[in-house]
């Protein structure tokens, strides 16, 4: 499916062949002072040059020790849209390096992005939330972003905006929501991400999963996830066209039957024979899934019933490649074998 591409091209009276050469570190005092310069393209220019240097992370610890970061921060509310564009440019391409994500947390820069999640300049709020995105990957960073109160932004965000940035909101949400879900969940993210299952997106509909697998790791998560009615959702997508979408489907239905609720539920939903399937799935991460699931379905008098049948389906799993599938298989055996 086609969808529309944010472009980063500037306007056609900027023409980033004029801006000022630079030549590391030496020239980042100079581009500092021209950032606070009262004129425009100045101020164009400075910013087009740092993002050049920028992609050198000697140049990004000796621009957070000059205290471009502060600058950076006050340009993002400028009135000229390629400043704001070029600025947030600047802070995504700090973030990508180590050192520029922390020093993000140092001076507070989530906080001052997160007033450009509105922009009405697509190129902006991309730039904004890759910055995020690559803040959530470290955990300093997720708790970050945790903090500064962006979780109820970041899923209402999830209804409106381009498909391209829902994935990088999902890619965030993910690494935040493993860590703490509370606030999520009180923003009904539960029913948003049940609408985004359904999404014509791979991408998003695997991503979705995703970050309700992480939702799930936490006990209200999965009291919530069954409330919702999503576990249903979850079994339909282990028929998904997609391998990547039934992986995280799977991940999501297996931290679900952990609870009495999700069991039944997903027994309902007939799971049993969709797992199964998956139990032959080419990657490893999806038959492990599919074995946890299963073996949880087990639990219940029905599904050990219904999975006494297929014993042979977990016996060739004692052959897998992966140990981990293998082990899996072994208690899974043990508990469909039970009797009371």
């Known amino acids: ?56 992370p000697e140049n990004v610890y000796q621009a957070i020790h000059l205290g471009f970061l502060e600058n950076l921060k006050i340009l993002l509310l400028d009135s000229d849209s390629t400043v704001r564009q070029k600025s947030t440019e600047a802070l995504y391409i700090m973030a990508t390096h180590n050192i520029g994500r922390h020093g993000f947390i140092q001076n507070r820069v989530i906080p001052a992005l997160a007033q450009l999640l509105d ?10 939330h890759q910055s995020f995105e690559m803040m959530a990957r470290l955990p300093e960073g997720a708790i970050d972003i945790l903090r500064a109160g962006l979780i109820p932004s970041l899923v209402c965000q999830l209804k409106t905006e381009l ?58 998560g999965k009291a919530m996830v069954f409330e919702e009615d999503v576990v249903p959702v979850l079994v339909s997508l282990l028929e998904d066209t997609e391998p990547e979408v039934q992986a995280k489907a799977a991940g999501a239905l297996m931290f679900a039957t952990v609870t009495p609720q999700g069991r039944y539920s997903a027994l309902g939903a007939e799971a049993i024979p ?54 899996a298989a072994e208690t899974a055996i043990r508990v469909v074998k039970w009797t009371p």
């Open 119 to 128: 922009d009405p300049v697509d190129i902006c709020r991309k730039n904004v």
């Open 163 to 220: 498909d391209e940035i829902q994935e990088l909101i999902l890619d965030t949400l993910a690494n935040c929501l493993c860590l703490e879900a509370s606030e999520a969940l009180a923003s009904g993210a539960i029913a948003t991400l049940k609408e985004k299952l359904a999404h014509p997106s791979v991408a998003i509909r695997s991503k979705a999963a995703w970050v309700l697998l992480g939702i799930s790791i936490h006990p209200e």
């Open 274 to 327: 969709a797992l199964l399937k998956l139990l032959a799935g080419e990657r490893s991460e999806v038959r492990l899934s599919a074995v946890k699931a299963l073996t949880m379905l087990a639990e219940l008098p029905k599904g050990r019933q219904l999975l006494l049948r297929h014993l042979a389906a977990f016996e060739r799993c004692l052959n897998d490649p992966s140990e981990a599938v293998r082990r």
């Open 1 to 56: 499916m086609a969808h529309a591409h944010i472009s980063a091209q500037l306007p056609p009276d900027i023409d980033p062949t004029k801006a000022p050469l630079a030549f590391g570190e030496r020239a980042l005092p100079k581009l500092n002072e021209e950032l606070r310069a009262p004129e425009l393209l100045t101020q164009q220019r400075a910013l087009m040059a740092l993002c050049n240097l920028l992609h050198d």
